[in-house]
């Protein structure tokens, strides 16, 4: 069983990524979605430059020109990714504008050339991810008949959010909460094409969904929680991986010393496109909120990581030093 974190926009940049393989040793990373045009015309450094220590990683694109595409994978594939991923799967409007993402569902026939085209380019793995069906479109039929079509030129990995996308009606935001999950359809996909490479995503919250499709699928992708809750991920690589939990002050002292070593090079990062990534980190524990109120208001400082944990632990002595403790 394979566990990775999701492709997210504006989440999953260069500075998330680092510090969740500080969390999870061993599961595979996905950047945020980067357009063919942006690395085509735009800053290929920007978008593409990452920490060797992030590996394995994923470079996930976006675009629907085979040509396009290829050139891009290529550039992926030059810079050191280990995976390029098809989103086949995004609803927001912006994406339907440049004909990709979950739109390209509909047009089977043009992802396989997609997919053929980029396979051309490189030798790494070229994977998709999708959703089970697109609007009024009969689940089944549709995510059967878009896997076949794409699997026949020989894609074999399919990461597969297990809701619909409205593509009218819904922001991308209620694409991904209001549509029904159907985790069944997923399970079924993996029987039925058993040489496949079936990946799960969408609504991976908590141990017993994932003990529930523990052997039914390939792989299991994290969204949303690996992002809003971080410990979930040690969770994971504990159980799964063997990997020992992390002292919480080896992290502070890792993206600490992260932090000062990015200012250093980079000339237009601020402290806090690092730290807003680590707010999450003390989900649920006592000063929790301590710590997330800490990174929004501290003066942004290469220490601030250090300040914040300060914070976080006198919060923590304060209240086991109280009469009532």
Same mark, same amino acid.
């Given at each position: 069983?394979e566990?990775?974190?999701?492709?997210?926009?504006d989440?999953?940049?260069?500075?998330?990524?680092?510090?969740?393989?500080?969390l999870?040793?061993?599961?595979?990373l996905?950047?945020?979605?980067?357009?063919?045009?942006?690395l085509?015309?735009?800053?290929?450094?920007?978008?593409l430059?990452?920490?060797?220590?992030?590996?394995?990683?994923?470079?996930?694109l976006?675009?629907?020109?085979?040509?396009?595409?290829?050139?891009?994978?290529?550039?992926?594939?030059?810079?050191?990714?280990?995976?390029?991923?098809?989103?086949?799967?995004?609803?927001s409007?912006?994406?339907?504008?440049?004909?990709?993402?979950?739109?390209l569902?509909a047009?089977?026939?043009?992802?396989?050339?997609?997919?053929?085209?980029?396979?051309?380019?490189?030798?790494?793995?070229?994977?998709?991810?999708?959703?089970?069906?697109?609007?009024?479109f009969?689940?089944?039929?549709?995510?059967?008949?878009?896997?076949?079509?794409?699997s026949d030129?020989?894609?074999?990995?399919?990461i597969?959010?297990?809701?619909?996308?409205?593509?009218?009606?819904?922001?991308?935001?209620?694409?991904?909460?209001?549509?029904p999950?159907n985790y069944d359809?997923?399970f079924?996909?993996?029987?039925?094409f058993?040489?496949?490479s079936?990946?799960l995503? #969408? $609504?991976?919250?908590s *141990?017993g969904?994932?003990?529930?499709?523990?052997?039914k699928? !390939?792989? /299991?992708?994290?969204?949303? @929680?690996?992002?809003?809750?971080?410990?979930?991920?040690?969770?994971?690589?504990?159980?799964f991986?063997g990997?020992?939990?992390?002292?919480?002050?080896?992290?502070?002292?890792?993206?600490s010393?992260?932090?000062?070593?990015?200012?250093?090079?980079?000339?237009?990062?601020?402290p806090?496109?690092?730290?807003?990534?680590?707010?999450?980190?003390?989900?649920g524990?006592? #000063? $929790?909120?301590t710590? *997330?109120?800490a990174?929004?208001?501290?003066?942004?400082?290469? !220490?601030? /990581?250090?300040?914040?944990? @300060?914070?976080y632990?006198?919060?923590?002595?304060?209240?086991?030093?109280s009469p009532?403790a």
């Open positions: 069983m566990f990775s974190v999701a492709p997210m926009m989440w999953t940049d260069r500075h998330c990524r680092y510090f969740h393989r500080i999870a040793p061993n599961m595979l996905y950047t945020e979605m980067v357009t063919t045009g942006a085509i015309f735009g800053d290929k450094s920007r978008h430059d990452f920490n060797k220590k992030e590996h394995p990683l994923a470079l996930q976006g675009g629907s020109s085979p040509e396009d595409l290829a050139k891009s994978a290529k550039f992926g594939e030059d810079w050191g990714y280990n995976e390029i991923n098809l989103n086949c799967g995004c609803p409007n912006r994406v339907q504008k440049g004909s990709f993402g979950a739109c569902m047009e089977p026939d043009l992802v396989a050339a997609c997919i053929k085209s980029m396979q051309d380019a490189v030798k790494i793995p070229v994977t998709v991810k999708c959703r089970i069906a697109i609007d009024d009969e689940e089944e039929p549709f995510l059967y008949d878009f896997i076949k079509k794409i030129i020989g894609c074999t990995t399919f597969v959010h297990a809701r619909k996308a409205w593509l009218k009606g819904l922001s991308p935001k209620e694409n991904r909460d209001i549509p999950l359809l997923v079924k996909l993996k029987e039925d058993p040489n496949l079936i990946h995503n #969408g $609504g991976v919250t *141990r969904i994932i003990n529930s499709a523990y052997g699928v !390939d792989g /299991i992708m994290i969204g949303r @929680e690996a992002y809003q809750n971080p410990w979930f991920l040690t969770e994971i690589e504990n159980e991986y990997t020992p939990f992390p002292h919480e002050e080896v992290i502070i002292e890792n993206m010393k992260y932090l000062k070593n990015m200012l250093k090079t980079q000339t237009n990062l601020r806090r496109n690092v730290t807003r990534h680590m707010t999450g980190l003390f989900k524990a006592y #000063g $929790g909120k710590w *997330r109120q990174l929004s208001t501290l003066p942004e400082s290469p !220490d601030m /990581i250090e300040k914040a944990y @300060e914070a632990l006198s919060k923590n002595s304060a209240a086991h030093n009532s």
